[in-house]
């Protein structure tokens, strides 16, 4: 059986490589802004935008749906350290958005929420 932490870390990978073959680039790997964390962010080359990512992965429904685990306190928190992101990169005037991939085991199964909140 995978440990939860173990799980997250392969649902991540699992994300990224599903972004990189619809054609993302991928910038940052677990950001960091004091405790605050982006899972991802990467560049969609066909929107333009740069795009922050919340990985959610689960191996059962019994605490509901992964993407319900972003709640308005996780929100916040993502959107805090996103703008930490961007004034580190003084990119305040590039387009983004805000996505959550959620990641189904054992199946691998993906299913990706564009422009989530």
């Not at 959107?79 to 199946?107: G, Q, T």
């Amino acid at each position: 059986m995978i440990k939860n932490t173990d799980s997250g870390a392969y649902g991540e990978e699992l994300a990224a490589k599903y972004l990189k073959k619809k054609g993302y680039r991928i910038l940052e790997r677990n950001f960091r802004s004091g405790k605050h964390e982006i899972d991802l962010i990467a560049y969609d080359k066909r929107s333009g935008y740069t795009v922050f990512v919340e990985v959610k992965t689960r191996s059962n429904s019994q605490f509901g749906l992964p993407c319900e685990a972003v709640d308005a306190n996780k929100i916040h928190f993502l959107l805090l350290a996103e703008a930490s992101y961007l004034k580190m990169k003084d990119a305040f005037d590039v387009p983004v958005r805000n996505d959550i991939i959620e990641v189904y085991l054992p199946d691998e199964r993906i299913n990706h929420i564009a422009d989530a909140f």
